[in-house]
């Protein structure tokens, strides 16, 4: 099993930033890749950022060049920087992390609200 916390979430007027940030525990020897969806009011949840153990990253065409995804191997801890926020961006973000054999682990979710 592995456990995932997030954090960083919160109210931001357009233009401003936030960093997330998602700590996972337990079997973390099995992921192989961690990252990030994000699920608006009325619409379908979607991959923001992912990010593979190598440290590949891919990102989502609306966020590239405005959101940042890192890892900290070491602390087993994935960050999520976004900058230019817009009210599009308003959603839960959901932390996920891929292990070989068990599949997809969800975070609870963190709420960013960005107002206009």
């Known amino acids: 099993q592995v456990q995932l916390v997030e954090s960083g979430g919160g109210l931001v007027h357009s233009g401003g930033s936030l960093r997330l940030s998602c700590a996972a525990s337990?079997?973390?020897?099995?992921?192989?890749?961690m990252g990030w969806y994000r699920q608006a009011p009325g619409k379908q949840r979607e991959l923001v950022a992912a990010?593979?153990?190598?440290?590949?990253?891919n990102y989502a065409d609306s966020v590239k060049g405005r959101f940042t995804i890192s890892r900290d191997n070491a602390n087993n801890t994935v960050y999520l920087q976004m900058n230019s926020l817009n009210t599009e961006d308003t959603a839960v973000y959901y932390c996920?992390?891929?292990?070989?054999?068990?599949?997809?682990?969800w975070g609870q979710g963190t709420q960013v609200t960005v107002s206009s």
């Open positions: 996920i992390a891929d292990a070989w054999r068990v599949g997809r682990y």
């Open positions: 337990g079997s973390i020897l099995s992921i192989y890749a």
């Open positions: 990010i593979s153990n190598g440290g590949m990253p």
